[in-house]
């Protein structure tokens, strides 16, 4: 089961949700099913799962419309994190400097859920899921705390201009805790994440708003295969490949409708 903290969702925002479907399709090896909820176009991003073959759910593609361009939003990756009374969370958030987003919502037979922006401007969603009726103890694998898994996000970090304030923002509203932390010169230190096991990082960066922000880094079982895929798709490589602690590469991309995304894996290429 789920606790206040942990990621369980991640969501692609998007201008057209059939493109999207087709190019994580080839990149990342997705599969996508319809939510089956006729008020929205929302497709969910699966994977088979390793011991069981049985569909995992990652995350979603919401299709932007009119209105929702129109009040300023773009084609972007998002993460939902669990909270156990998103009312009582937002308020808290709210209190602490972040600003809402999207004010809080149910979603019927899926559960009740918020966006906000923390106190530095970079936004995620809240969420408390309605757990399904044959599996109330259910744990989300999209961040594959267990092991490594494909298809699933292997990291989450957040690149912020101020990590005291993000510190005590996230470890306030849901206990996250710092791991250690990375030397990286004149930029700053790398901060690793602790949440039950380590979940990520907070990075250093400049106050650019196109350079902070959370970054979600969703796992491939060949690095090189996969830069090959994106350009083959109409994406970009951005950055990388670079190692990584441990001896993964990670690249950082551009898909064709400009939401920035990342990936990490193995090198097997010769």
């Known amino acids: 089961m789920n606790r206040t903290g942990d990621f369980i969702w991640y969501e692609l925002l998007c201008n057209d949700a059939d493109a999207a479907a087709r190019f994580y399709g080839e990149v990342i090896g997705w599969q996508v099913a319809d939510s089956g909820n006729p008020a929205m176009d929302y497709r969910i991003l699966q994977m088979p799962d390793l011991d069981t073959g049985e569909p995992n759910g990652i995350g979603g593609l919401l299709q932007l419309d009119d209105a929702m361009r129109a009040g300023g939003a773009r084609p972007v990756w998002l993460g939902y994190i669990h909270v156990d009374d998103v009312d009582a969370a937002l308020a808290a958030m709210v209190a602490a400097g972040a600003t809402v987003q999207m004010p809080a919502a149910d979603i019927p037979g899926v559960g009740r859920v918020a966006m906000v922006a923390d106190p530095q401007g970079a936004p995620f969603y809240i969420m ?27 990291w989450n970090e957040l690149a912020t201009p101020d990590q005291p304030a993000a510190w005590q923002f996230y ?3 849901f206990g996250w805790e710092m791991e250690d932390e990375m030397d990286m010169g004149p930029m700053g230190s790398y901060q690793f994440l602790r949440h039950g096991g380590v979940i990520g990082a907070f990075a250093p960066c400049s106050g ?27 994406g970009t490589v951005m950055h990388g490949p670079h190692e990584i602690p441990g001896g993964d590469f990670i690249v950082h991309g551009g ?7 990342a990936l990490v894996g193995a090198r097997r290429a010769a």
Do not use: N
């Open 171 to 173: 470890g306030e509203h």
């Open 128 to 154: 408390k899921p309605i757990p399904p009726a044959d599996q109330p103890d259910k744990t989300s694998l999209a961040f594959a705390h267990d092991k490594p898994r494909p298809g699933h996000c292997a």
């Open 255 to 261: 898909d064709p409708q400009g939401a920035a995304f």
């Open 208 to 234: 650019d708003p196109g350079m902070q922000g959370w970054s979600y880094y969703f796992r491939v079982p060949d690095i090189d295969s996969a830069i090959q895929r994106i350009t083959a798709a109409g």
